[in-house]
């Protein structure tokens, strides 16, 4: 790994490479930060124990604390609540209900199906249902302890099989992609087959929890201190709750421990409940919720069932396909509309169906209602194309590798996905080629099948290769646009603020990378600021992969059109054509002249040029029809592939991940160092999601799985043995992106699916491949122990 890091962090720009090198640009790409492998803005602050979060903020005097009292019933109505016990413990300043609130939706859509606080109708266990504030944190949690509430229960319904024998409901309607007749292929298809996967959920377990800092300001203003990656909507949620107008309140986030689509909606509730108390205590309050109760009372990545029909060949070629993703969305809707719709939009993954009917379900459960999570639904649908070609190949009999190749993209009518959006791009074959050969996965491979077929032990071990391609861009066209805001001051010092939001993914420092490329300044000159809606409104949710794409590219336009007004002062100044202007090493030649940056900008101010500019970016060419299931949703795609190998143990189900080889594509990447990165945590957190973490509610609905203590994420001794990550060098962004850069904050999480298959062609060997494991994710032990005896027990009845 250390030798792919090393390569990684030496690659510098080819210019000969970019398809598009003219003008201003080239002259900036030269010898700009951009390209190279430059650490994270914050990673000495880090290190350090130095960079602040909202937690870590300085608390003026008079700050009080909130705290939230959640329901202890997954499914009923709340009879009474008596808290005036609540209300006579030490240091209580107030009890807040939803009586008290005179705006009480949280909802993402304003669709009124999700309370701030409930004061009837109980939706899951662990619904907030009034709030404490106290001069202390503590003393707010320990309040919440004497409350008395009475409640008339009924049965909850828990997960995807009992919502359908309920009657369905859904929390908002399903869509229906179809391409071709798939009754009809699966009809007249040599072969014919049916099955069922179910794939878990996932907490998002980001190392900082859900945490809002309300401060009220002069004349009914608010400042609001969250961990949110959606600041403009948290910011009209508070201004809703509070019944002010959105510029009477400024949301900013400096910096988030981790997120993953976990503080896309879910932080509302809590910037909204703290600003509320804080106008009407007149006070600071700040409301940060314990682990257990996060992980209670906050939504989560959607498990699914996959219904799934094929019809095939002996050739390995599918004919045809029919899927049903049904999802446990919660008790209300959420983004459970877009998740399950991404889902369907990558049931293909990189296959071309040539009859495909692909349906979501998204049902209501007494859950706490499910959200955003790293792929969107991507990951799930992904999971059951997958599925779909492991059963092909064990029921033809051939490696799982070659039906999917033989069923990949290609030219022609077999370019054409399920929502009759062309791919145009399909650079995937040439990825697996390169990774056959550099991970030697054909050879393994056939040592792994002779060795488990030799092996009197019971350690056996598999291979799979899967490949990626993930569509970029929000489906939902409205969100993809962005704004930016550039300074520079006298002494040439630029001051950088965007839409987008910094959760430890590095996209501040992108984004200074390609401010500081168009001057051609060195980065330590761009001082990037907390995201504020105050500088940049309107401002879209960092997700979707998108936030490089779409703030990178408006800050260059916001850089480049100060640039270009030096460029125009230079030419009247100095008398010499613009194409004399060049902008290098932090200096600027001005025909034969050459002068600081610095120098310039003084210039230009003395001469009344303006130094400030916005940009603004809209994603080009997308739309798309709900109704109709057709469009272009994505700006372009990106791929990957990667070759996982493991040994299991068949008499505990325990297993390592031996050896990962991944090559990836980021096209021509902003920060070689961070998409490896990228690329590297997406892999560990999908590899969790997939084997380790499991969620459990019990009978009652009560999550067991609540803490560090029940829920297992990866741990360091988890991780591959020998893991070698690479980017591919040749790769260029098929449309004009941000320096022809493309997005890696999602599509490597999806390489994981690569262990779950490697696990069960290792499940298989007990079977001597002969009976296609069904391995559902997560994979743990002690699902793969039980698949191995169910495997040897069908083995003995086929014989």
Same mark, same amino acid.
């Given at each position: 790994?250390?030798?792919?890091?090393?390569?990684?962090?030496?690659?510098?720009?080819?210019?000969?490479?970019?398809?598009?090198?003219?003008?201003?640009?080239?002259?900036?790409?030269?010898?700009?930060?951009?390209?190279?492998?430059?650490?994270?803005?914050?990673?000495?602050?880090?290190?350090?124990?130095?960079?602040?979060?909202?937690?870590? %903020?300085?608390?003026?005097?008079?700050?009080?604390?909130?705290?939230?009292?959640?329901?202890?019933?997954?499914?009923?109505?709340?009879?009474?609540?008596?808290?005036?016990?609540?209300?006579? *413990?030490?240091?209580?300043?107030?009890?807040?209900?939803?009586?008290?609130?005179?705006?009480?939706?949280?909802?993402?859509?304003?669709?009124?199906?999700?309370?701030?606080?409930?004061?009837?109708?109980?939706?899951?266990?662990?619904?907030?249902?009034?709030?404490?504030?106290?001069?202390?944190?503590?003393?707010?949690?320990?309040?919440?302890?004497?409350?008395?509430?009475?409640?008339?229960?009924?049965?909850?319904?828990?997960?995807?099989?009992?919502?359908?024998?309920?009657?369905?409901?859904?929390?908002?309607?399903?869509?229906?992609?179809?391409?071709?007749?798939?009754?009809?292929?699966?009809?007249?298809?040599?072969?014919?087959?049916?099955?069922?996967?179910?794939?878990?959920?996932?907490?998002?377990?980001?190392?900082?929890?859900?945490?809002?800092?309300?401060?009220?300001?002069?004349?009914?203003?608010?400042?609001?201190?969250?961990?949110?990656?959606?600041?403009?909507?948290?910011?009209?949620?508070?201004?809703?709750?509070?019944?002010?107008?959105?510029?009477?309140?400024?949301?900013?986030?400096?910096?988030?421990?981790?997120?993953?689509?976990?503080?896309?909606? *879910?932080?509302?509730?809590?910037?909204?409940?703290?600003?509320?108390?804080?106008?009407?205590?007149?006070?600071?309050?700040?409301?940060?919720?314990?682990?257990?109760?996060?992980?209670?009372?906050?939504?989560?990545?959607?498990?699914?069932?996959?219904?799934?029909?094929?019809?095939?060949?002996?050739?390995?070629? /599918?004919?045809?396909?029919?899927?049903?993703?049904?999802?446990?969305?919660?008790?209300?809707?959420?983004?459970?509309?877009?998740?399950?719709?991404?889902?369907?939009?990558?049931?293909?993954?990189?296959?071309?169906?040539?009859?495909?009917?692909?349906?979501?379900?998204?049902?209501?459960?007494?859950?706490?209602?499910?959200?955003?999570?790293?792929?969107?639904?991507?990951?799930?649908?992904?999971?059951?194309?997958?599925?779909?070609?492991?059963?092909?190949?064990?029921?033809?009999?051939?490696?799982?590798?070659?039906?999917?190749?033989?069923?990949?993209?290609?030219?022609?009518?077999?370019?054409?996905?399920?929502?009759?959006?062309?791919?145009?791009?399909?650079?995937?074959?040439?990825?697996?080629?390169?990774?056959?050969?550099?991970?030697?996965?054909?050879?393994?491979?056939?040592?792994?099948?002779?060795?488990?077929?030799?092996?009197?032990?019971?350690?056996?071990?598999?291979?799979?290769?899967?490949?990626?391609?993930?569509?970029?861009?929000?489906?939902?066209?409205?969100?993809?646009?962005?704004?930016?805001?550039?300074?520079?001051?006298?002494?040439?010092?630029?001051?950088?603020?965007?839409?987008?939001?910094?959760?430890?993914?590095?996209?501040?420092?992108?984004?200074?990378?390609?401010?500081?490329?168009?001057?051609?300044?060195?980065?330590?000159?761009?001082?990037?600021?907390?995201?504020?809606?105050?500088?940049?409104?309107?401002?879209?949710?960092?997700?979707?992969?998108?936030?490089?794409?779409?703030?990178?590219?408006?800050?260059?336009?916001?850089?480049?059109?100060?640039?270009?007004?030096?460029?125009?002062?230079?030419?009247?100044?100095?008398?010499?054509?613009?194409?004399?202007?060049?902008?290098?090493?932090?200096?600027?030649?001005?025909?034969?002249?050459?002068?600081?940056?610095?120098?310039?900008?003084?210039?230009?101010?003395?001469?009344?040029?303006?130094?400030?500019?916005?940009?603004?970016?809209?994603?080009?060419? /997308?739309?798309?029809?709900?109704?109709?299931?057709?469009?272009?949703?994505?700006?372009?795609?990106?791929?990957?592939?990667?070759?996982?190998?493991?040994?299991?143990?068949?008499?505990?189900?325990?297993?390592?991940?031996?050896?990962?080889?991944? %090559?990836?594509?980021?096209?021509?990447?902003?920060?070689?160092?961070?998409?490896?990165?990228?690329?590297?945590?997406?892999?560990?957190?999908?590899?969790?999601?997939?084997?380790?973490?499991? %969620?459990?509610?019990?009978?009652?609905?009560?999550?067991?799985?609540?803490?560090?203590?029940?829920?297992?994420?990866?741990?360091?001794?988890?991780?591959?043995?020998?893991?070698?990550?690479?980017?591919?060098?040749?790769?260029?962004?098929?449309?004009?992106?941000?320096?022809?850069?493309?997005?890696?904050?999602?599509?490597?999480?999806?390489?994981?699916?690569?262990?779950?298959?490697?696990?069960?062609?290792?499940?298989?060997?007990?079977?001597?491949?002969?009976?296609?494991?069904?391995?559902?994710?997560?994979?743990?032990?002690?699902?793969?122990?039980?698949?191995?005896?169910?495997?040897?027990?069908?083995?003995?009845?086929?014989?």
């Amino acid at each position: 790994m250390n030798e792919v890091l090393a390569r990684g962090a030496d690659r510098k720009h080819d210019d000969d490479a970019l398809p598009e090198k003219d003008g201003a640009d080239a002259q900036s790409h030269e010898n700009a930060p951009a390209h190279q492998s430059k650490r994270h803005d914050s990673a000495h602050l880090h290190v350090a124990g130095r960079a602040p979060y909202t937690d870590d %903020l300085p608390e003026p005097p008079g700050t009080l604390h909130a705290y939230l009292g959640l329901s202890t019933i997954a499914n009923g109505r709340i009879e009474s609540i008596d808290l005036e016990a609540v209300r006579a *413990q030490p240091d209580v300043e107030a009890v807040i209900t939803a009586d008290d609130l005179g705006h009480n939706d949280a909802s993402a859509w304003q669709i009124g199906d999700e309370p701030f606080l409930t004061s009837g109708k109980v939706g899951f266990l662990g619904q907030p249902v009034f709030m404490v504030v106290a001069t202390s944190r503590n003393a707010a949690r320990r309040a919440c302890r004497h409350a008395k509430i009475a409640y008339a229960e009924d049965t909850p319904i828990l997960d995807v099989d009992q919502a359908r024998e309920a009657g369905g409901r859904t929390v908002i309607d399903g869509m229906t992609l179809e391409r071709g007749d798939a009754d009809a292929a699966l009809a007249n298809a040599p072969r014919t087959l049916s099955g069922t996967m179910l794939i878990g959920g996932q907490d998002h377990f980001y190392l900082e929890g859900q945490i809002a800092f309300a401060v009220p300001g002069e004349d009914g203003t608010m400042i609001v201190y969250s961990s949110t990656q959606h600041p403009s909507e948290t910011q009209m949620l508070v201004a809703h709750a509070l019944h002010r107008p959105a510029a009477m309140v400024t949301l900013e986030v400096r910096r988030m421990g981790g997120a993953f689509g976990g503080k896309e909606s *879910q932080a509302n509730l809590f910037a909204a409940l703290a600003a509320f108390a804080a106008d009407r205590l007149g006070a600071p309050v700040k409301i940060r919720p314990d682990r257990d109760d996060d992980m209670v009372a906050t939504g989560k990545r959607h498990d699914f069932r996959a219904d799934y029909e094929i019809g095939f060949d002996d050739e390995g070629g /599918i004919h045809g396909v029919k899927f049903t993703y049904a999802a446990r969305c919660g008790f209300s809707a959420d983004l459970s509309g877009p998740v399950t719709d991404r889902a369907l939009f990558h049931c293909d993954n990189t296959y071309y169906w040539p009859a495909v009917k692909a349906v979501s379900q998204p049902l209501f459960t007494n859950t706490v209602s499910n959200t955003a999570f790293r792929g969107f639904g991507g990951p799930q649908g992904m999971v059951g194309a997958e599925r779909v070609i492991e059963e092909v190949a064990f029921a033809t009999g051939l490696d799982p590798l070659e039906v999917r190749r033989r069923n990949f993209y290609g030219e022609g009518e077999r370019n054409l996905t399920p929502y009759h959006q062309t791919v145009e791009d399909f650079v995937l074959p040439r990825i697996v080629d390169e990774l056959l050969e550099s991970s030697d996965y054909e050879a393994r491979r056939q040592a792994i099948r002779q060795t488990n077929r030799d092996a009197n032990g019971f350690k056996r071990r598999g291979i799979a290769l899967t490949p990626v391609k993930f569509g970029i861009s929000f489906t939902a066209s409205h969100l993809n646009q962005a704004g930016a805001l550039v300074h520079i001051y006298t002494d040439g010092s630029i001051h950088l603020n965007h839409g987008g939001t910094e959760m430890g993914q590095g996209l501040n420092t992108k984004v200074a990378q390609v401010v500081a490329a168009v001057f051609g300044v060195p980065l330590e000159q761009v001082r990037i600021t907390a995201t504020s809606t105050g500088k940049v409104p309107n401002t879209s949710a960092t997700a979707a992969s998108s936030g490089a794409d779409l703030n990178g590219m408006a800050a260059k336009l916001a850089a480049e059109t100060i640039r270009q007004r030096l460029v125009d002062f230079a030419v009247a100044e100095h008398g010499v054509p613009a194409e004399q202007v060049v902008f290098r090493d932090g200096q600027v030649q001005i025909g034969n002249r050459e002068v600081g940056f610095a120098e310039l900008v003084e210039e230009a101010y003395t001469a009344r040029i303006s130094l400030s500019s916005t940009g603004y970016y809209r994603t080009p060419k /997308i739309h798309w029809d709900r109704a109709s299931g057709r469009g272009h949703p994505f700006y372009y795609f990106a791929y990957g592939a990667a070759v996982s190998e493991v040994e299991i143990d068949t008499l505990t189900g325990e297993y390592t991940v031996e050896r990962v080889d991944i %090559l990836h594509e980021t096209g021509n990447s902003l920060n070689p160092a961070i998409d490896i990165g990228q690329i590297e945590g997406g892999f560990a957190q999908g590899m969790g999601w997939l084997t380790t973490e499991e %969620l459990v509610w019990d009978e009652k609905g009560r999550l067991l799985t609540h803490a560090p203590s029940t829920y297992k994420i990866p741990l360091a001794s988890d991780m591959p043995r020998q893991f070698n990550v690479a980017l591919a060098e040749w790769s260029r962004a098929h449309e004009p992106t941000v320096f022809r850069s493309k997005a890696v904050g999602e599509p490597p999480f999806m390489l994981a699916i690569s262990v779950l298959h490697a696990l069960s062609d290792a499940v298989a060997s007990v079977a001597d491949y002969t009976i296609c494991p069904r391995l559902d994710a997560p994979a743990t032990p002690e699902h793969i122990l039980m698949t191995i005896e169910r495997l040897r027990a069908d083995s003995k009845t086929a014989n």
